[in-house]
């Protein structure tokens, strides 16, 4: 068998990605089972070990889930997380990938708590060719949820997609705010919203299962937005969140530009956790 020096070192880099104590220890448990199935000669290969990890870090994920549509009408997306972890950011990017696609875009300026949001959302959706809607700052953002949903339906477009608030005066106010904007959304587009995004920053470690767990009880969180994994975090914690919380990976961003969003690749992420050991 290979030397317990080498699984210690394969164990450093996982709770240096972030993956976190339990599912690291899941993995390497998991690589036990599958290196008794292969034979003894391979097993004691390096190699063979961390092909091993990496297929089982690969399972964990699951495939590749694309982005859900509606079938007919509108397909509506809510961006939501936590302030600064890249949502608006998103938004943008997600635009401009629908418009490329020849499609029409619609932004909801949903967070409402700060004025200067609403014109950040306003340079992305210049930036996107999406159009915007919007109130003043502090209005109700399930208001202007419905009037995102109204112009949709009034035009034909194919995509609403909802920037939200990542900071209230209270948590608790967040979340009763993200489900009316929910409810309201749903009455307005049967079948909506077909996504809610919860948006993690890469840097931010270990806090992204707390707000994994917060916003799924909040509005049932249908897919992951990694962000910032430009950098040299690994974002190890959607290991963490899918085997605890079934949460998939869809999006990551890899930057702060308009082009920098790519769907998630559970194989490239693996990859990517080992790099300096490959290298
Ligand atoms: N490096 C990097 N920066 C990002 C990425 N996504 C967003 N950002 C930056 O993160 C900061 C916060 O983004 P923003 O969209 O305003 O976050 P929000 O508060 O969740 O809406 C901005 O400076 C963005 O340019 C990413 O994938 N990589
Ligand atoms: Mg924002």
Same mark, same amino acid.
């Given at each position: ?35 008794? *199935? ?32 509606? *079938? ?49 959302? *306003? ?144 194989? *490239? ?11």
């Amino acid at each position: 068998m290979v030397d317990s020096e080498f699984l210690e070192e394969l164990e450093a880099i996982l709770i240096q990605a972030d993956v976190g104590i339990n599912t690291t220890e899941r993995l390497l448990s998991g690589i036990s089972e599958r290196l008794k *199935e292969s034979r003894q000669r391979e097993a004691s290969d390096e190699e063979v070990v961390l092909r091993a990890l990496k297929d089982e870090i690969v399972a964990v994920l699951g495939p590749p889930e694309p982005l859900r549509k509606a *079938e007919e009408g509108p397909t509506v997306i809510m961006v939501v997380g936590v302030n600064g972890t890249g949502k608006t950011t998103t938004v943008g990017k997600l635009g401009h990938r629908f418009r490329a696609q020849g499609a029409d875009v619609i932004f909801g300026a949903t967070d409402t708590f700060r004025a200067a949001a609403i014109e950040q959302l *306003e340079i992305w959706g210049e930036r996107a060719g999406a159009r915007v809607i919007r109130h003043e700052e502090g209005h109700d953002p399930a208001a202007v949820a419905y009037d995102t949903c109204q112009a949709a339906k009034a035009r034909g477009a194919d995509y609403v997609i909802l920037d939200t608030a990542g900071r209230l005066h209270t948590h608790v106010n967040l979340m009763r705010e993200l489900e009316k904007t929910k409810r309201v959304v749903g009455r307005e587009i049967p079948g909506a919203p077909h996504e809610i995004l919860l948006v993690l920053d890469a840097t931010a470690g270990q806090n992204g299962l707390s707000q994994a767990k917060t916003f799924r009880e909040a509005v049932d969180v249908t897919g992951i937005v990694l962000t910032k994994l430009d950098g040299t975090a690994k974002g190890g914690i959607v290991l963490a969140i899918r085997d605890s919380l079934e949460i998939p990976v869809k999006l990551i961003g890899i930057g702060e530009g308009i082009d920098d969003l790519r769907d998630f690749d559970p194989i *490239e992420f693996a990859d990517a956790i080992f790099y300096d050991l490959d290298a």
